[in-house]
């Protein structure tokens, strides 16, 4: 288990008799802003064309694709991925594994770019972000990127209220699809600072990361970030929230966690120093902290790659 890649709810599969095709069968949800599509496919097949209008967000729910995308090389889809495709872009997919016991389901939420368009105004209106020409939108370049909890939270939310028959669905709808493109363009921003070339120092986050990043072995508080980003205490971690859809202390542990296991990649080296680089005095705590966040010990990880 990986808590930086949540599988979502499973929605049941279509009943044999009720399929139309093997290959992408598909289950149309519409409302007024966006249009859910549920894809099930049965049997293995290549280079499956599919295009939509709008914008779509799309989310593996089961089984495993190979995607095709722009001009870029293919690359597996899993469930608690995520996949941003422009309007009019086609994509062509794979099922190298798909069968009636291993079948896959995938979600494909096409979204009005009418509604896009007044969400991202009116985010950039009311919360317009620190830094040179910095805005709320959505990057294209950046299409691919794990599940957090609260992403998934949002999409299966979405999911719930367009598959429900209440006559406020519209509405309870349109405030998930707001919160849904904050999610989307936190979750990039994280996706995008994990390439340290992406550094912008006009902007307080990416300057605060790095601080971060070059002092993984340090305690970091939250007064000292706040010092570096000239921002009183109290505003720092609603902006760095606001942004990143975590709080600073929770992008601390994400990181000491994510330089842990680079550090783990070597059999040789033991737990305790392991704790100590990272920060943490006491190697028991960091154990706890790091079974916590991954599901397993940094040892049974060690191992596990080593053998690997």
């Given at each position: 288990?990986?808590?930086?890649?949540?599988?979502?709810?499973?929605?049941?599969?279509?009943?044999?008799?009720?399929?139309?095709?093997?290959?992408?069968?598909?289950?149309?949800?519409?409302?007024?802003?966006?249009?859910?599509?549920?894809?099930?496919?049965?049997?293995?097949?290549?280079?499956?064309?599919?295009?939509?209008?709008?914008?779509?967000?799309?989310?593996?729910?089961?089984?495993?694709?190979?995607?095709?995308?722009?001009?870029?090389?293919?690359?597996?889809?899993?469930?608690?991925?995520?996949?941003?495709?422009?309007?009019?872009?086609?994509?062509?997919?794979?099922?190298?594994?798909?069968?009636?016991?291993?079948?896959?389901?995938?979600?494909?939420?096409?979204?009005?770019?009418?509604?896009?368009?007044?969400?991202?105004?009116?985010?950039?209106?009311?919360?317009?972000?620190?830094?040179?020409?910095?805005?709320?939108?959505?990057?294209?370049?950046?299409?691919?990127?794990?599940?957090?909890?609260?992403?998934?939270?949002?999409?299966?939310?979405?999911?719930?209220?367009?598959?429900?028959?209440?006559?406020?669905?519209?509405?309870?709808?349109?405030?998930?699809?707001?919160?849904?493109?904050?999610?989307?363009?936190?979750?990039?921003?994280?996706?995008?600072?994990?390439?340290?070339?992406?550094?912008?120092?006009?902007?307080?986050?990416?300057?605060?990361?790095?601080?971060?990043?070059?002092?993984?072995q340090e305690t970091i508080n939250l007064k000292d970030l706040s010092a570096k980003?000239?921002?009183?205490?109290?505003?720092?971690?609603?902006?760095?929230?606001?942004?990143?859809?975590?709080?600073?202390?929770?992008?601390?542990?994400?990181?000491?966690?994510?330089?842990?296991?680079?550090?783990?990649?070597?059999?040789?080296?033991?737990?305790?120093?392991?704790?100590?680089?990272?920060?943490?005095?006491?190697?028991?705590?960091?154990?706890?902290?790091?079974?916590?966040?991954?599901?397993?010990?940094?040892?049974?990880?060690?191992?596990?790659?080593?053998?690997?």
């Amino acid at each position: 288990m990986n808590s930086s890649k949540i599988a979502l709810s499973t929605p049941a599969l279509t009943h044999e008799k009720s399929l139309k095709t093997l290959v992408e069968n598909r289950s149309i949800y519409s409302l007024n802003n966006c249009e859910l599509n549920i894809f099930e496919t049965f049997q293995k097949s290549v280079l499956v064309p599919l295009k939509f209008s709008d914008l779509v967000v799309t989310s593996m729910l089961r089984g495993k694709k190979i995607m095709h995308l722009f001009n870029d090389p293919e690359f597996e889809y899993l469930p608690g991925e995520t996949v941003l495709i422009p309007s009019n872009v086609e994509m062509k997919i794979d099922f190298p594994e798909a069968s009636f016991k291993n079948p896959t389901q995938c979600l494909a939420l096409a979204i009005d770019q009418f509604k896009i368009k007044e969400t991202l105004d009116f985010l950039n209106e009311r919360y317009p972000k620190e830094g040179d020409n910095q805005f709320w939108k959505l990057e294209f370049d950046n299409y691919f990127f794990y599940n957090n909890l609260e992403l998934a939270t949002t999409i299966n939310k979405l999911i719930k209220e367009c598959m429900s028959t209440s006559i406020t669905k519209d509405a309870l709808a349109d405030l998930t699809l707001q919160e849904l493109l904050v999610r989307i363009i936190q979750s990039q921003t994280v996706k995008a600072l994990e390439n340290p070339t992406f550094i912008d120092r006009s902007n307080p986050i990416h300057f605060v990361v790095e601080y971060i990043r070059l002092n993984i072995q340090e305690t970091i508080n939250l007064k000292d970030l706040s010092a570096k980003a000239c921002m009183s205490t109290t505003s720092f971690y609603r902006y760095f929230k606001r942004e990143l859809g975590m709080s600073p202390i929770e992008f601390i542990l994400n990181e000491k966690i994510k330089y842990a296991k680079k550090l783990l990649n070597n059999p040789k080296i033991n737990i305790s120093e392991v704790s100590y680089a990272t920060g943490f005095e006491d190697a028991n705590y960091f154990i706890r902290l790091f079974k916590k966040h991954e599901g397993i010990t940094p040892k049974q990880y060690q191992l596990m790659n080593f053998n690997g």
